[in-house]
């Protein structure tokens, strides 16, 4: 089976950067994703990591160690609006995600 | 226009009744997925499509049935509700499955009493 954990919640003032981490338990890994998802709203796609390594998008960045089927998400310069759901989820290689339960962001002033 | 829709947005029903969820793109995906998510849960995978008349079983189908006719339609159908599909339910579409980037719809709130 598949399991995948990350912290519940984060809090983290405004400007400042914070990592969420996920470890990953899985039968095939072909890669890790990453969603955010606003309250009430519904997930939007941030990164998908096949490789080792670390990849930037913007203030967003995502990193994979596929020997230590660990992955994090790298949020810099945070802002207010940032406060969110994180979830990470595997690519099995079954053509569909499995998600871990999502990290609550809190950005404070 | 175009994107991935869902509708009802809300729906009350009551416990044995049948509720179908529809799901619409735009987008011409192969890929289709439903999701319920609850507190705690994060998204569970009940089913999903890889193209027109060819579904498979997520994580949690039981209790739900699926088709998939048209490559832009995707509903999801509880034949006999019970409370313990009380959820909000996401479709989401993608060109190719997990590699690719899922666009998920606004999500269905459902209470089943």
């Known amino acids: 089976g598949q399991s995948l954990e990350q912290p519940s919640e984060v809090t983290a003032v405004e400007g400042a950067i914070v990592q969420i981490n996920c470890t990953y338990q899985?039968?095939?890994?072909?890669?890790l994703s990453w969603y955010q998802q606003h309250d009430g709203g519904a997930p939007t796609f941030l990164s998908y990591?096949?490789?080792?390594g670390l990849e930037e998008t913007g203030r967003f960045s995502s990193f994979l160690s596929r020997s230590d089927s660990y992955g994090y998400l790298l949020l810099q310069e945070l802002q207010m609006k940032d406060s969110a759901s994180y979830f990470c989820?595997?690519?099995?290689?079954?053509?569909?995600?499995?998600f871990g339960s999502g990290t609550r962001l809190q950005v404070q002033p | 226009d175009a994107g991935i829709t869902q509708s009802p947005r809300y729906k009350i029903t009551e416990t044995g009744r049948q509720v179908t969820l529809m799901c619409h793109q735009t987008?011409?995906?192969?890929?289709m997925f439903w999701y319920r998510q609850d507190l705690g849960h994060g998204l569970r995978l009940i089913y999903y499509?890889?193209?027109?008349?060819?579904?498979d079983k997520g994580e949690v189908p039981d209790g739900y049935v699926v088709s998939r006719s048209k490559t832009e339609n995707f509903p999801l159908t509880l034949e006999s509700a019970t409370r313990s599909q009380t959820s909000v339910y996401f479709c989401?579409?993608?060109?190719?499955?997990?590699?690719?980037?899922?666009?998920f719809g606004p999500g269905t709130r459902l209470t089943v009493l």
């Open positions: 987008w011409s995906h192969s890929y």
């Open positions: 499509s890889a193209a027109a008349d060819i579904t």
């Open positions: 989820a595997v690519d099995t290689g079954r053509r569909a995600l499995t």
């Open positions: 990591n096949a490789l080792d």
């Open positions: 899985t039968s095939g890994f072909y890669g």
């Open positions: 989401a579409s993608s060109e190719s499955g997990a590699r690719n980037e899922q666009f």
